[in-house]
């Protein structure tokens, strides 16, 4: 795995006075305690390895332009560390890294497509959710989600894909790729952050909500800081659950970010394994009611080396309708008002039912 630049967090910048630098935020320790606790944690005998796989440009091509992904091989050739964008270094092994990480989700994708499971989940880094057709952002070059929806419309067997972003930042590199399209309904659930800067123009607002045939099928769900467990939950079954039950979707897709947790350095959302755990209880019940039970899951951020890897368990723990936690949770209690994002859910769903065409009267 790559070497993580190093230095005020993720700037890569040493500023002279601090004596302990610290690794950027996307680095390999955080994947790494991710496999190891799948490979090694309780359930282990539910999981299966497959290998991953280089994508090639052809397969890039389907979200991203010609000049972008050529712009990122030559950054690669130069073999020097490169700012892509704010906070998205090009190191030597990167170009390498993203390849394996968006043909590795498409080669999940394809076993669900091939019916050799409903299941699949891409565990991945870089992560890819930010990246746009035309541009890189928020550490990701490619959008390895994105390329697997594409992957999945142009398979002949499925006609409309829900994706559910639950990362704590806006999805804004799926949601700037499908924003125009009738075919792709994307949700995303994130902190209410805006934009920042160029590379991020969308503000993951309400009123976001696509354009053209796509007028209504971008939906947005700008959370407060602190929503925890109960309000997450609370806006899943209001906003979520219904909007892809009138969707329709012939595959489900779940973006996963552990850094809507409690003990994430990149967010304030403060779930918990317990949220996560419902929260994929819900997205499989989803998949079951509307796909046929067939779900990908892609890993997206996650920047707390272990609580990530304890909250990844935890929503696979769900997925998997296993009855029980296996794992205690580290944190074993995280006090929580709902209240606020109660009232936040509610005016979103006022919002939907007023100005999204297919939800009007919701």
């Known amino acids: 795995m790559l070497d993580a630049v190093e230095g005020v967090f993720d700037t890569g910048t040493n500023p002279g006075f601090l004596d302990v630098l610290e690794k950027h935020p996307e680095n390999a320790d955080r994947v790494r305690n991710m496999v190891s606790i799948l490979q090694r944690g309780p359930i282990a005998p539910h999981v299966n390895w497959l290998p991953g796989r280089l994508a090639i440009v052809s397969e890039l091509l389907t979200f991203h332009t010609s000049d972008y992904i050529n712009k990122l091989i030559e950054a690669d050739k130069s073999g020097e560390r490169r700012e892509i964008s704010a906070g998205t270094f090009m190191s030597p092994g990167s170009w390498e890294a993203a390849l394996l990480a968006a043909g590795t989700t498409l080669s999940a994708m394809q076993h669900i497509l091939d019916s050799h499971g409903k299941i699949a989940y891409a565990l991945v880094r870089p992560p890819g959710h930010h990246s746009q057709p035309t541009q890189a952002d928020g550490y990701c070059f490619l959008n390895n989600a994105a390329l697997a929806v594409k992957l999945a419309l142009d398979s002949g067997q499925c006609s409309r894909v829900a994706v559910v972003d639950i990362d704590v930042h806006y999805g804004n590199g799926t949601a700037e790729g499908f924003y125009r399209s009738d075919k792709v309904l994307t949700v995303s659930l994130h902190m209410n952050h805006g934009s920042w800067g160029s590379s991020h123009p969308q503000r993951g607002s309400v009123d976001e909500i696509g354009e053209g045939v796509g007028l209504g ?31 329709g979707p012939d595959m489900v897709v779940l973006v996963v ?46 920047y707390h080396v272990t609580y990530a ?41 006022r919002y939907h039912s007023e100005c999204v065409p297919f939800l009007r009267g919701t």
């Open 309 to 349: 890897a304890y909250c990844l368990h935890a929503m696979l723990e769900g997925v998997l309708k296993i009855p029980e936690p296996h794992l205690s949770d580290p944190v074993a209690y995280y006090p929580e008002d709902e209240a606020v994002a109660v009232e936040a859910v509610k005016s979103i769903k």
């Open 257 to 302: 970010g552990q850094d809507s947790s409690a003990f994430d350095p990149n967010g304030r959302q403060s779930l918990t394994m317990n949220g996560y755990r419902r929260i994929g209880q819900i997205i499989r019940a989803m998949a079951e009611e509307h796909s046929n039970g067939r779900l990908l899951m892609v890993q997206e951020g996650g």
């Open 217 to 247: 099928y971008n939906l947005n769900v700008p959370l407060p800081n602190g929503t925890g467990d109960k309000g997450y939950e609370y806006a899943v079954n209001e906003l979520v659950v219904p909007a892809v039950r009138r969707f």
